[in-house]
């Protein structure tokens, strides 16, 4: 059994723990209030738990708005922009 990850990016603002089991690599993680740009290395697929997310995919100029239990997928080496107005928690599976 691997150990857990704990990741924190843009000065503390996003923090997630990572893991590895029989569903493969996720990690679940809370982002603050503020504006970020992520990039991928692989497929994500990112469910909102708790909260909700402003999001400009790939290739969009329009935001989306996921609330909890929504879910929105992102290819492998692309970038999106998330907009975050209230405390988010999320769940996000790799591919």
Request: aromatic content about 12%.
């Amino acid at each position: 059994m691997s150990a857990l990850t704990v990741n924190s990016y843009f000065n503390d603002q996003v923090k997630s723990i990572a893991l590895e089991n029989v569903d493969g690599s996720s990690t679940v993680g809370v982002m603050a209030v503020g504006e970020y740009t992520f990039g991928t290395s692989m497929r994500e697929y990112m469910t909102v738990i708790s909260g909700s997310l402003n999001v400009r995919l790939p290739n969009k100029s329009e935001w989306q708005t996921f609330a909890k239990g929504d879910t929105f997928i992102v290819e492998a080496n692309l970038s999106f922009d998330v907009l975050v107005s209230e405390t988010t928690a999320y769940l996000c599976r790799y591919e």
